[in-house]
C-alpha cells in the first residue's frame, strides 16, 4: 500500500512539475533550425515566423540554419536535441520524402519527432522558357504527348520535392519528358532563362519574379489552390484533379518534449499565423499560411511520408 502511495505521490508531483515548466516556457531564447542556407524561402518564412514567436511570447526565438542533405542534417540535430521545447525545427516536406531517398536514416521521420504546429504551403511553379511552343498546361500535355521524350525539364536535384512533383505530374498527364538534375534554384533560372532548358519547376517566389520580368512564362502552380498574388496563375489540380505537390512547412520538436510545451508552442504558432503581418509577409513570399494543431499535423506527416513513398515506388525515384 505504501508503495502504491510513494508512486501515486511520485506522478503526481512530475505532473505538477511538467504543468509549472509549461507555465514558464520559455524563460529563455528558443533555437529554430532551418535545414537551408540563409537568404532562402524557407529561411524566409522561419525568419517572419521567429519574430512573431519572440513578439508574442517574450522570448527571442532565434533561427539557426543548418543546410545540407535535402534537410535531413537539421532533422537528426533535432532528434538529438534535449526534449525540453528549446530546440525546434522548421521543417518541410523534404523530410517526409527522405526516407523514401535514404536506405539509412539516423532517426525516424514519424517517431522521432513531436508535431508542434503547421506552418505554411508553398507551391511550386512549373515555368518554361518564353519561345517554348505551350502557353497553359492542355497545350504543355498536348506537345509532350506529340514528342514523348524530346523535351527535357529542369529540377533542384533527384529527390526533390521539385523531382518528385514532375514525376507526378508525367504519370497523371501521361506523359514523358527528360529529367535534368542541378545542383540548387540558382543555375536553373539562368539556363531556363538562356534557353539551355525549356520546362523547370522551381518554388513560385522566385517564378513569379522572373515571370514578371518577361524572362520565363508560367504554366501552373502545384498546390491546390490559386495564389492571391497571382490569382491569374492556374494550379494543375484545375486540369488534373487531385494533383497536389505543394511543399508543407511545419513546426516540430524533439520525441519526448512535455505535452503542455507542446500545446503551448503549438496555440503560440497557430496565434501567430492569424497575424495580418506574418499573412502578409507570407503571401509576399508566395506562402499561404496553414494552421494546425499537433494531432493535426502528425496526421499529415504520417500520410505525406506514405504518399511520397508511393510516388517513388511508381515513377522508380532512386538516389544518385
Known sequence: ??????????????????????????????????????????????????????????????????????????????????????TLYFADTAILIAPSMYAKLPYDVVKSFAPVAGACSLPLAFVVHPSFPAKNVQELIAVLRAAPGKY???????????????????????????????KGASPILTDLIGGQVPIAVISASPAIAQARAGKLRPIALTGRERLSSVSDWPTLAETLPGFDAAPRLFVIAPAGTPQP?????????????????????????????????????????????SRWAAVAKDSGIKPE
Open 152 to 182: 527535357s525539364y529542369a529540377s533542384p536535384g533527384i529527390g526533390t520535392v521539385q523531382h518528385f512533383a514532375a514525376e507526378m505530374f508525367k504519370k497523371m498527364a501521361g506523359v514523358d519528358m527528360v529529367h535534368i538534375p542541378y
Open 261 to 305: 510545451v507542446v500545446q503551448r508552442l503549438s496555440e503560440a504558432v497557430r496565434a501567430a499565423l492569424a497575424a495580418k503581418d506574418l499573412i502578409e509577409g507570407y503571401e509576399k513570399q508566395g506562402a499561404s499560411t496553414m494552421p494546425m494543431s499537433a494531432d493535426e499535423l502528425g496526421t499529415l506527416m504520417a500520410a505525406e511520408v
Open 1 to 86: 500500500m505504501k508503495l502504491l502511495l510513494r508512486s501515486a505521490v511520485a506522478v503526481l508531483l512530475a505532473g505538477l512539475c511538467i504543468v509549472a515548466i509549461a507555465q514558464t516556457y520559455p524563460s529563455r531564447p528558443v533555437r529554430m533550425l532551418v535545414g537551408y542556407a540563409a537568404g532562402g524561402g524557407a529561411d524566409g518564412l522561419a525568419r517572419i515566423l521567429a519574430a512573431k514567436l519572440s513578439e508574442n511570447l517574450g522570448q527571442q526565438f532565434v533561427v539557426e540554419n543548418r543546410p545540407g542533405a535535402a534537410g535531413t542534417l537539421a532533422a537528426d540535430a533535432l532528434a538529438k536535441a534535449a526534449p525540453d521545447g528549446y
